[in-house]
């Protein structure tokens, strides 16, 4: 049930949250949406109508999946070419360290796609602004907000994006000292202990027994 409800929150903040924002922006160009959100020239009194949220759902998880496919192709892209890489895991200890790994996707890479998605939004904002006032149109706090908004949302999701990896990393790699711990330590190794090797005979002890054997044999006879 809670990994139910993690990834519940995880889609919602994900997807739903930022698509939500950019069908707001939206909606001040499209009669349409301004339509589903029960909008006229200005916020009605009235609550929109079941039609109108499962309109306005779908609408703002179609853009955020359309975002998703945004992030992969520019934000992440960029993301690797400047230092934060996909790191290689070990898919085979997926399994029994599941739990985990679906810990860090929740904490750090649900957030990292949150923050990339908004700002992809909050660009898609901008545009709208400008296709609204005019590319040499007054700028406002508005447009101040959003600039510092944007600056955030890229250092954020960078950050998130990076204890993904770092911490996945750590989970699911292996090294040369030993097999990667979650705390980052490593299992350490058993240094193997040397076989004793009987000591070699000398050739004093050979030729003292060969004596002590020739000894032996003249007294018997």
Same mark, same amino acid.
């Given at each position: 049930m809670p990994q139910t409800t993690d990834r519940g929150f995880g889609l919602i903040i994900a997807y739903l949250v930022p698509g939500f924002g950019a069908i707001l922006a939206l909606s001040t160009l499209s009669p349409t949406i301004r339509l589903w959100l029960n909008m006229a020239s200005s916020y009605a009194?009235?609550?929109?109508d079941f039609a109108g949220v499962v309109y306005v759902v779908f609408a703002s998880l179609g853009m955020g999946l359309v975002f998703g496919a945004i992030r992969w192709a520019v934000i992440d892209q960029i993301n690797a070419a400047t230092g934060?890489? %996909? =790191? +290689?895991?070990?898919?085979?200890?997926m399994e029994e360290r599941l739990n985990a790994y679906g810990l860090f996707i929740s904490i750090h890479y649900q957030y990292h796609k949150f923050y990339a998605h908004s700002l992809i939004a909050g660009v898609v904002y901008a545009v709208v602004r400008r296709e609204t006032y005019g590319l040499t149109g007054s700028y406002d706090l508005i447009d101040g907000t959003l600039a510092?908004?944007?600056?955030i949302?890229?250092?954020?999701q960078r950050n998130a994006l990076k204890m993904y990896y770092t911490r996945a990393e750590r989970l699911l790699s292996h090294t040369?000292?030993?097999?990667?711990m979650t705390n980052g330590g490593h299992h350490?190794?058993?240094?193997? %202990? =040397? +076989?004793?090797k009987p000591a070699?005979?000398?050739?004093?002890?050979?030729?003292?027994?060969?004596?002590?054997?020739?000894?032996?044999?003249?007294?018997?006879?």
């Open positions: 009194l009235e609550a929109p934060i890489g %996909r =790191p +290689q895991l070990n898919d085979a200890l510092i908004l944007l600056v949302f890229w250092f954020a040369e000292e030993g097999l990667s350490e190794t058993t240094p193997t %202990r =040397p +076989q004793s070699p005979k000398t050739g004093q002890g050979k030729g003292q027994t060969a004596k002590g054997g020739k000894a032996t044999e003249t007294k018997k006879n």
